[in-house]
């Protein structure tokens, strides 16, 4: 069983800066496609930044620019660095991992880190 925790939420101003950490406890880290989620309240869950097994990135559009997702899988760890953030910014971000085992996908997710942002 794969669990994720997540770290480094918080209130800041509008133009402030977070990072956030997932650690995960696997022994095949690297083997895991990582990404962070994001959900406000009333809307559904979104995604934010994902990071390959290889190192490849993509963003959400609302973040490319001011987000920067990276792995350390000499740590176990993905992280999220967040700056320029905005009040729409504001959300329960989670930490998802991606792998497939006989061609079977398994997911895991970590039970959120809150992240709120006032103008």
């Known amino acids: 069983q794969v669990q994720l925790v997540e770290s480094g939420g918080g209130s800041v101003q509008a133009g402030g800066s977070l990072r956030l950490s997932c650690a995960a406890s696997v022994r095949t880290f690297r083997n895991y496609a990582m990404g962070w989620f994001r959900q406000a309240p009333g809307k559904e869950r979104e995604v934010v930044a994902t990071i390959t097994t290889s190192g490849n990135t993509n963003y959400a559009v609302s973040v490319e620019g001011r987000f920067t997702i990276n792995r350390d899988n000499t740590k176990n760890s993905v992280y999220l660095q967040m700056n320029s953030l905005k009040p729409g910014d504001t959300a329960v971000y989670y930490c998802?991992?991606?792998?497939?085992?006989?061609?079977?996908?398994?997911?895991?997710w970590g039970q959120g880190t809150q992240v709120t942002v006032s103008s």
């Open positions: 998802k991992a991606d792998i497939l085992r006989l061609g079977v996908p398994y997911e895991y």
